[in-house]
């Protein structure tokens, strides 16, 4: 099992949409999970932190479920500019940070 | 600059040479991290530092990788005698490493590696 999973996608939605990406990661003693975007051929770039009781930044929404491993980010009201590969990291301790495969997401006129 | 710095931003090699990427940190972060970021793929951890040290090499594919950060600044990633499958862009990132784990990341634009 890969110690963070994610959906490839290509998730295609329509401006407006409302769309949300899983990742799930294998180690329980992980300690701190962002989202990151990366737009193409460009380095990635942090979009947010994820805590434990959630966090929102403006049309963008992130959650964790320790519980059941999973960190998931939602984006609302989405625009041309949100298509991108969004990818999920997971801090497993003492600074040895994993990313996902990314999720990429196309926003349709 | 403020940011992380990555030389050369392109490089094309033949098959079997040399190669050494460089990566200057953001000023004041001790922790730096190597990935190889391939198309289609999220980052792959390569190797981490922890001031002049490597806290975690454990991403290196193989013996042709190595990486030094002699003064804990400025990180060197060298392969030998590189193959076709080399062939990635390699990313460089930073962060404050205080051992606050929820420190962020900040990356380099990354240096192109084809090897023809």
């Known amino acids: 099992r890969k110690e963070v999973e994610q959906d490839p996608g290509p998730f295609n939605v329509p401006e407006g949409a409302t769309v949300a990406f899983n990742c799930t990661y294998s180690n329980s003693a992980s300690q701190s999970f962002f989202w990151y975007r990366q737009d193409c051929r460009k380095e990635p770039k942090l979009l947010m932190s994820?805590?434990?009781s959630g966090n929102e930044d403006g049309r963008f929404t992130a959650q964790l479920n320790r519980a059941s491993q999973y960190i998931s980010l939602l984006i609302r009201d989405s625009k041309l500019s949100d298509s991108a590969t969004y990818l999920c990291?997971?801090?497993?301790?003492?600074?040895?940070?994993?990313f996902g495969t990314g999720t990429k997401l196309q926003v349709i006129p | 600059g403020a940011g992380v710095s990555q030389t050369p931003s392109n490089k094309v090699t033949e098959k079997g040479k040399y190669v050494e990427l460089r990566c200057d940190p953001i000023?004041?972060?001790?922790?730096l991290y190597w990935y190889r970021q391939s198309l289609g793929q999220g980052p792959e951890f390569l190797i981490y530092?922890?001031?002049?040290?490597?806290?975690?090499d454990s991403g290196l594919p193989n013996d042709r990788f190595f990486a030094v950060r002699p003064e804990g600044s400025v990180s060197t990633l060298k392969i030998q005698r590189t193959e076709r499958g080399d062939s990635a862009v390699y990313l460089c990132?930073?962060?404050?490493?205080?051992?606050?784990?929820?420190?962020?990341?900040?990356f380099g634009e990354g240096s192109w590696l084809t090897v023809v």
């Open positions: 994820v805590y434990s």
């Open positions: 990291v997971v801090n497993m301790g003492y600074q040895k940070v994993t």
């Open positions: 530092f922890q001031g002049t040290g490597a806290a975690d």
């Open positions: 000023s004041g972060h001790t922790a």
């Open positions: 990132a930073s962060s404050k490493g205080t051992g606050d784990t929820g420190n962020t990341i900040y």
